[in-house]
């Protein structure tokens, strides 16, 4: 028995991990939003700032991003431990912190 991602890695990105794609990817009030975090983040907080906002834009791009919210707020989302989580983070050479 084997296992398949629920969303399998795509060649390219939907949303490219840059401020020009962050911003391309999400709405007008979203878009200024994202700005205004990032312009006021100290440089040592401009990572997170991206990191959270790259993650914000592709759930906006999701097809199947109505979906998953509405499994979070009822409850029924998939979910996983965080040393799991980390573990793949690890595994796949992602930043952990």
Same mark, same amino acid.
């Given at each position: 028995?084997?296992?398949?991602?629920?969303?399998?890695?795509?060649?390219?990105?939907?949303?490219?991990?840059?401020?020009?794609?962050?911003?391309?990817?999400?709405?007008?009030?979203?878009?200024?939003?994202?700005?205004?975090?990032?312009? $006021?983040?100290?440089?040592?907080? $401009?990572?997170?700032?991206?990191?959270?906002?790259?993650?914000?834009?592709?759930?906006?791009?999701?097809?199947?991003?109505?979906?998953?919210?509405?499994?979070?707020?009822?409850?029924?989302?998939?979910?996983?431990?965080?040393?799991?989580?980390?573990?793949?983070?690890?595994?796949?050479?992602?930043?952990?912190?």
């Amino acid at each position: 028995m084997t296992a398949q991602p629920i969303h399998p890695h795509e060649s390219e990105q939907r949303v490219p991990r840059n401020a020009d794609g962050i911003a391309a990817a999400l709405d007008g009030p979203r878009r200024m939003e994202f700005y205004r975090e990032l312009l $006021a983040a100290a440089p040592e907080e $401009a990572e997170g700032v991206l990191r959270h906002w790259w993650c914000e834009a592709m759930l906006d791009t999701d097809p199947n991003g109505d979906l998953l919210v509405a499994a979070a707020i009822d409850g029924t989302l998939p979910i996983t431990s965080m040393a799991d989580a980390v573990r793949r983070r690890r595994e796949a050479g992602l930043p952990v912190e």
